[in-house]
């Protein structure tokens, strides 16, 4: 037998084995090719899934209802990234019993997005930033109040320039500018990294004294470790 194949050794048996020469799956003495195996397998899936469509009006946005057979009594909603919203109901679901957890849940899912939209266009702008560094500097940069205002910084903003570091300082000019890559994540990883950059107003070198400042951040280990993440995640996408 060649490499990659599996030996069937007892016929009678009912066995799966995957030759990947010939990128096929064998069961017993039938021979399908994985396209159709798959096709079998999602299938069967949605026979236990049955989605009606209800499209966008001036009152409510494109709605996706799920009927599952493994829904049994509760009924969910939740947004999806298109805008439309996602309904999972039982399969036995009554027409009057969707209309009333339409009339429950859309306002509810109106409130998170416009919550959230509203959060995301905040957190987006400079003014953010400029914010978080001044708190910053107020509760664990106090060196950096003492400084004129020249030697403080005066520009701080979200850069789409930035895929190899998290952020940059240029104290001469009074600049930090931070990756948007950034945006989207918790607080304390944004403060870090600001506070990282803010540091460098005081102590432009990595030495001793830089890592003392650093780990004035209370949360510094944390949001290391977040940003350790992030780095793993996009070094497997670009793999």
């Keep these: ?6 030996t069937i050794s007892n016929p009678a048996r009912l066995q799966l084995s995957v030759n990947r020469n010939a990128q096929s799956v064998l069961i017993g003495d039938t021979i399908n090719p994985n396209k159709e195996f798959k096709e079998q397998i999602t299938a069967t899936r949605r026979a236990a899934k049955i989605t009606e ?4 009006t001036d009152q409510h946005p494109a709605i996706e209802i799920v009927r599952s057979t493994r829904r049994t009594r509760t009924i ?3 947004n999806n990234s298109d805008g439309s919203v996602r309904l999972l109901v039982p399969a036995r679901a009554s027409q009057a019993e969707i209309n009333d957890a339409l009339a429950s849940l859309l306002p509810r899912l109106e409130r998170q997005r416009t919550q959230r939209t509203a959060a995301r266009e905040r957190f987006a702008s400079d003014e953010y930033l400029v914010q978080r560094a001044e708190f910053l500097m107020n509760t ?4 950096l109040l003492e400084l004129s205002e020249e030697e403080r910084p005066v520009s701080i903003r979200w850069v789409s320039n930035q895929r190899t570091r998290w952020g940059s300082a240029t104290p001469a ?3 930090i500018r931070i990756s948007d890559q950034l945006q989207g994540a918790p607080e304390y990883v944004v403060d870090s990294v600001l506070h990282h950059e803010l540091c460098h107003f005081i102590e432009m070198n990595h030495n001793q004294r830089f890592r003392a400042l650093e780990k004035r951040f209370p949360e510094y280990d944390k949001a290391q470790a977040f940003l350790g993440g992030m780095t793993f995640a996009a070094s497997r996408i670009t793999d």
């Design 140 to 143: 664990y940069l106090p060196e």
């Design 53 to 56: 469509i209800i499209p966008a």
């Design 173 to 175: 000019v009074g600049r």
């Design 1 to 6: 037998m060649g490499c990659g194949a599996a």
């Design 76 to 78: 969910t909603a939740q």
